[in-house]
């Protein structure tokens, strides 16, 4: 009895040795998290992103619980929840929220629609890319925020200027990125589709769109983000509704738990839409996810 359980442990020591692919393998998968784009464990994704919210709260609460930041600079996180359900409660934060939900979505939408048809001519004729390039890539770099005294000379302070900060905000990006992801299509996909007798929009049409389709997606899934930063200046000039409009009123009352609750509500509406393009970017290109 006492050989054979002897003769058990010695086999289970040396199994590795018998086999060092398994080892190997085995070593390979503990450091995968530590591999250049290595793929780790959705528990393990899910753990260090929850992990990484809890540590934000528990510095943001030592701060304010031990009195180490004045109240008025950083209010605590409780402090933040009680202005929140005030907020809803008293003074109808649910219709800003939609107010501005809806003028992102307005400029944005707009944008990409635009955006997408020429950044798609751009990236696929050098003539038109010659015409517009060079203009687009001067617009770009001025500041969206310079424009708004403009906008509101042209066309008032009304929810149209703060669409038209959205779309003028998102829609050159969008033009320039699309542009780029249409000239990594491969040349022997237009070189077969040629052979096969197909016209320049054809080839557009039945090739360049739909292999730069997932690369669009995940451009607009980024814009989108920027759009949300946009909002934030249109409505913090002449706006009377709108998560900008509450958190400019509450910074002339001195209600800083209310400006942060505005700016934590922002980020969240930023993250739903982020999964919410990100699940269906996965459900609509698998081949393509995380490339």
């Known amino acids: 009895m006492k050989n054979g359980l002897a003769g058990k442990h010695i086999a289970e020591q040396a199994s590795p040795l018998?086999?060092?692919?398994?080892?190997?393998?085995?070593?390979?998968?503990?450091?995968?998290?530590?591999?250049?784009?290595?793929?780790?464990?959705?528990?393990?994704?899910?753990?260090?992103?929850?992990?990484?919210?809890?540590?934000?709260?528990?510095?943001?609460?030592?701060?304010?619980?031990?009195?180490?930041?004045d109240p008025l600079f950083l209010p605590s996180p409780s402090r933040i929840i009680q202005s929140g359900f005030k907020l809803f409660t008293e003074f109808h934060f649910i219709g800003d929220i939609l107010a501005t939900v809806l003028r992102v979505f307005e400029?944005?939408?707009?944008?990409?629609?635009?955006?997408?048809?020429l950044g798609?001519?751009?990236?696929?004729?050098?003539?038109?890319?010659?015409?517009?390039?060079?203009?687009?890539?001067?617009?770009?770099?001025?500041?969206?925020?310079?424009?708004?005294?403009?906008?509101?000379?042209?066309?008032?302070?009304?929810d149209s200027e703060k669409v038209l900060v959205i779309f003028f905000g998102s829609i050159f990006s969008i033009i320039l990125m699309?542009?780029?992801?249409?000239?990594?299509?491969?040349?022997?996909?237009?070189?077969?589709?040629?052979?096969?007798?197909?016209?320049?929009?054809?080839?557009?049409?039945s090739v360049i769109l739909p292999a730069s389709m997932p690369g669009i997606m995940e451009?607009?899934?980024?814009?989108?983000?920027?759009?949300?930063?946009?909002?934030?200046?249109?409505?913090?000039?002449?706006?009377?509704?709108?998560?900008?409009?509450?958190?400019?009123?509450?910074?002339?009352?001195?209600?800083?738990?209310?400006?942060i609750f505005g700016i934590l509500t922002i980020g969240i509406l930023g993250l739903i839409t982020d999964l919410v393009l990100k699940l269906i970017i996965r459900k609509m290109f698998p081949w393509s996810y995380g490339r």
Do not use: C
Not at 107 to 117: D, K, P, R
Not at 182 to 204: H, I, M, Q, W, Y
Not at 238 to 251: L, N, R, W
């Open 18 to 69: 018998l086999d060092p692919g398994m080892s190997n393998q085995k070593k390979r998968k503990r450091r995968r998290w530590i591999e250049p784009r290595g793929s780790i464990s959705l528990q393990l994704y899910l753990a260090l992103s929850v992990i990484s919210f809890v540590l934000m709260l528990a510095g943001w609460s030592a701060l304010t619980y031990t009195g180490v930041i």
């Open 107 to 117: 400029g944005f939408i707009l944008a990409l629609i635009l955006g997408v048809i």
């Open 120 to 158: 798609l001519l751009i990236g696929t004729f050098k003539v038109v890319e010659a015409f517009f390039e060079p203009m687009i890539s001067f617009i770009r770099y001025m500041p969206v925020s310079a424009f708004i005294p403009l906008f509101i000379l042209w066309i008032g302070v009304g």
């Open 178 to 205: 699309v542009a780029v992801e249409v000239g990594t299509v491969r040349s022997e996909l237009l070189e077969a589709s040629f052979t096969l007798g197909s016209t320049p929009f054809g080839v557009l049409r």
């Open 219 to 259: 451009i607009a899934r980024l814009v989108l983000g920027w759009a949300w930063t946009y909002i934030v200046v249109a409505e913090l000039v002449a706006s009377s509704s709108g998560i900008g409009h509450v958190i400019i009123e509450s910074q002339r009352m001195l209600r800083t738990s209310n400006i």
